[in-house]
């Protein structure tokens, strides 16, 4: 059996540092292969920078996933090509900086293609179909992985379970991110995929999806635009464990991860 962790989309310093504390014993405790992040909030609650890359990895974090906010520290998209171990969402447009996927590999030699597709509906930036996109990455990584995750970052809980069913027997998981809240819905299907809508955030949760609430609910009264700065209390690390059989060549189990800070 493997065993990969992932934890959705992480907020901010109180997310971070949460993480960096318990990233090593996250893997021991379930023995897990491989812990995917979805960092795409790491720096300020917009974005990620090579710094903060390091320092996941220097946690214990095998690998980085990114959605909407990919580009949104200046610079970001210069440092990208060189990065290791973080990949942008596949379906951007051709030529758009950066890895559109990673190969992550055990001890043993099992190999697990990591990649994002952004949803469509109510998302930021153009991109191309999501559905076309993860068969094309599926096809192309043809023989150079053993099992396939899949994250879809959007808006839309039914263009997510779409997603799970169109993949429902090709991909080990099929895990969304985005709305920062986690969903119940965590099941294996019938073609042996591994799912779940949302896997939740890893930061404050005293707010409103990561931020201040005070700010947020003075925007949502008056309309007036203003800086959302991130909360700070009720610290949580959330995100899925799935459990992966490679002589059957489907997932088993997957459950909800949910860690509370002392």
Partial sequence: MKK??????????????????????????HAADFLIVNGENAAAGSGINERILGELLDAGVDGVTL?????????????LPRLENI??????????????????????????????????????????CPFAKADAMLEMHAGHYDAAFVEIHGEVTSEKIAMGWHL?????????????????????????????????????????????????????RDGLPRRFEIAEGD????????????????AVSIERIEIFAE
């Fill in 4 to 29: 990969i962790i992932f934890l959705g989309d992480l907020v901010g310093s109180p997310g971070r540092e949460f993480l960096y504390k318990k990233a090593r014993e996250l893997k021991a405790r």
């Fill in 67 to 79: 959605g909407d906010h990919t580009w949104d520290q200046r610079g970001f998209d210069l440092a």
């Fill in 87 to 128: 990949c942008r969402p596949a379906n951007y447009y051709a030529g758009v900086p950066g890895a559109d996927h990673l190969i992550l590999e055990t001890s043993d030699g099992f190999r697990l293609l990591v990649f994002t597709v952004l949803g469509q509906t109510f998302m930021r930036g153009k991109t191309d």
């Fill in 168 to 220: 429902d027997g090709r991909a080990a998981a099929v895990v969304g991110t985005h709305t920062h809240v986690a969903t119940a819905d965590n099941r294996v299907l019938p073609g042996g995929t591994a799912y779940q809508t949302d896997a939740g955030m890893c930061g404050a949760h005293d707010g409103v999806i990561g931020r201040e609430k005070g700010v947020v609910l003075q925007c949502l």
């Fill in 235 to 250: 610290v949580r690390l959330c995100g899925c464990l799935i459990t992966y059989d490679e002589t059957q060549g489907r």
